[in-house]
């Protein structure tokens, strides 16, 4: 079946660093992307997402390209802030079944210090 | 605007106590909904999703149940809760369109002594 795969965390950085969080993927045909992010105590929230290959998804500083050949959907931003703290989350839209299902992966913490 | 709802906020129950925990959307019709329970430190397990009224497919056999009374309600319940119930439960909502996205309520955090 469709998988995630995300790298391990905690991912610890200092404010105004840049940021990689690696997302790859396995997927029958050719799924949606998206990546969620989840702040302490709260639920998801969509930060972006890509339709189809070659898309970038941005948001808040955040962006994220849809690479078919490596089927990949890494997370990256220019220059973190300690407000950017959070439980990343990369998943897929999963048609296989005639109705729309999300594949997360295990999410990635991320902790950015002053 | 659309918007979901998730009560209680928080719960501790003890073990084989019941369970009953509702989520309701606003500003949408005849969503798909999803119940998914995320474990400590870990990821989303979808547990239920619907696509109407009283139609509840289950993703993982447990010992809890779904239901959907109404078009924009749904309800996750138990008999007897066990100790490997505790977890964060999150409702979602989602529109009947290929590739588009799911919108989440805020949780609620289950714990089971």
């Known amino acids: 079946g469709d998988s995630v795969t995300q790298m391990e965390g905690p991912v610890t950085l200092s404010e105004e660093a840049f940021l990689t969080i690696n997302c790859t993927y396995t997927?029958?045909?050719?799924?949606?992307l998206f990546w969620y992010v989840q702040y302490p105590g709260e639920g998801l929230q969509l930060l972006l997402k890509?339709?189809?290959?070659?898309d970038k998804g941005s948001n808040k500083g955040f962006e994220a390209t849809y690479r078919k050949e490596t089927t990949s959907f890494h997370l990256e931003k220019g220059s973190v802030q300690v407000s950017d703290s959070a439980v990343y989350f990369c998943?897929?839209?999963?048609?296989?079944?005639?109705?729309?299902?999300?594949?997360f992966g295990t999410g990635t913490r991320l902790l950015v210090s002053p | 605007s659309q918007t979901i709802h998730q009560w209680p906020a928080t719960l501790v129950q003890p073990v084989g106590s019941p369970l009953s925990l509702e989520c309701t959307v606003e500003?949408?019709?005849?969503?798909?909904l999803y119940w998914y329970r995320q474990a400590a430190g870990r990821g989303l397990q979808l547990l239920f999703y619907?696509?109407?009224?009283?139609?509840i497919s289950s993703e993982v056999p447990q010992n809890l149940s779904a239901s959907r009374p109404q078009d924009r309600q749904f309800i996750l319940s138990s008999k007897k809760l066990l100790l490997s119930d505790s977890g964060f439960y999150l409702c979602?909502?989602?529109?009947?369109?290929?590739?588009?996205?799911?919108?989440f309520g805020p949780g609620t955090r289950l714990t089971v002594l």
């Open positions: 979602a909502w989602g529109l009947e369109i290929s590739y588009n996205e799911q919108f």
């Open positions: 500003g949408t019709s005849n969503p798909n």
């Open positions: 619907s696509v109407g009224i009283g139609q």
């Open positions: 890509a339709t189809k290959a070659d």
């Open positions: 998943a897929l839209s999963d048609m296989n079944t005639g109705f729309q299902k999300l594949v």
């Open positions: 997927a029958t045909g050719y799924p949606s």
